[in-house]
Structures are given as structure tokens and as C-alpha cells.
């Protein structure tokens, strides 16, 4: 059997996860856990698998992001109920590497080719 490529030779994925409220933003940082509704799940613990996986979080409307972090964990059935019952589905680590608000005009030169060369906000 092959074992699997140490995680620093994996490919590296990038995902924006919008959050409603800056309150959901604090508790993952203060707990290092996240949420996301299930229609997101199949396609983050894919690339949790394949790959090293950085989410880059914004609260919509905000105009800004509020940090990025590393997907630390598959997303399992267990969920929490620091976000109530939102809809969300279960709950995966994610270690922190940046707390701070970025306007999106500083990444508005990042242009994503999978949403027809939109800026990245």
C-alpha cells in the first residue's frame, strides 16, 4: 500500500468562508473551531485529503476579511452549539495563523480563474 505524502509536500487549497456575523469570526478564534453549512462539507474535507487547506474568512458586508487560518481537522458529525442551530453542520479545527481586518482593496490585484477572473473579496 502507498502511504501518504507528509502534508508539507501536499498541494495547497484556498477557500473564502463568509461568515453573517463577526460574533461566529470571535469563537473561532477564542476556540479554534469552525462551522459551515453541509453543502460545504463534501467539498472541504475533499480538499482536507488532498490537500493543505487555508481558509480565508469575511464577515458579508464587512468590506473586509477578518484573517485567514489552516483547516486543522476533517469536519465530523459532531456539531457545537456556540453557533445555535444555524444550519450549520459539523465542527473542524482550524488553527489561526492571522487575526486582523484587511480592506479588500489590498487583494483586489487577486483575480479567481474558477469565478470567471472575479476579484477575490
Given at each position: 500500500?502507498?502511504?501518504?505524502?507528509?502534508?508539507?509536500?501536499?498541494?495547497?487549497?484556498?477557500?473564502?468562508?463568509?461568515?453573517?456575523?463577526?460574533?461566529?469570526?470571535?469563537?473561532?478564534?477564542?476556540?479554534?473551531?469552525?462551522?459551515?453549512?453541509?453543502?460545504?462539507?463534501?467539498?472541504?474535507?475533499?480538499?482536507?485529503?488532498?490537500?493543505?487547506?487555508?481558509?480565508?474568512?469575511?464577515?458579508?458586508?464587512?468590506?473586509h476579511f477578518q484573517g485567514f487560518a489552516r483547516m486543522g481537522s476533517a469536519i465530523?458529525?459532531?456539531?457545537?452549539?456556540?453557533?445555535?442551530?444555524?444550519?450549520?453542520?459539523?465542527?473542524?479545527?482550524?488553527?489561526?495563523?492571522?487575526?486582523?481586518?484587511?480592506?479588500?482593496?489590498?487583494?483586489?490585484?487577486?483575480?479567481?480563474?474558477?469565478?470567471?477572473?472575479?476579484?477575490?473579496?
Amino acid at each position: 500500500s502507498k502511504s501518504p505524502l507528509p502534508r508539507q509536500y501536499m498541494p495547497v487549497r484556498y477557500f473564502i468562508m463568509k461568515s453573517s456575523n463577526f460574533q461566529n469570526i470571535d469563537i473561532s478564534q477564542q476556540k479554534g473551531i469552525w462551522s459551515t453549512t453541509p453543502s460545504n462539507e463534501r467539498k472541504l474535507n475533499g480538499a482536507f485529503w488532498e490537500s493543505l487547506v487555508y481558509l480565508i474568512f469575511s464577515v458579508q458586508g464587512s468590506g473586509h476579511f477578518q484573517g485567514f487560518a489552516r483547516m486543522g481537522s476533517a469536519i465530523g458529525c459532531e456539531k457545537s452549539q456556540d453557533w445555535g442551530s444555524a444550519g450549520f453542520g459539523g465542527v473542524f479545527k482550524v488553527d489561526w495563523i492571522r487575526k486582523e481586518s484587511i480592506p479588500f482593496q489590498f487583494a483586489h490585484h487577486l483575480l479567481n480563474p474558477w469565478n470567471d477572473n472575479k476579484k477575490v473579496q
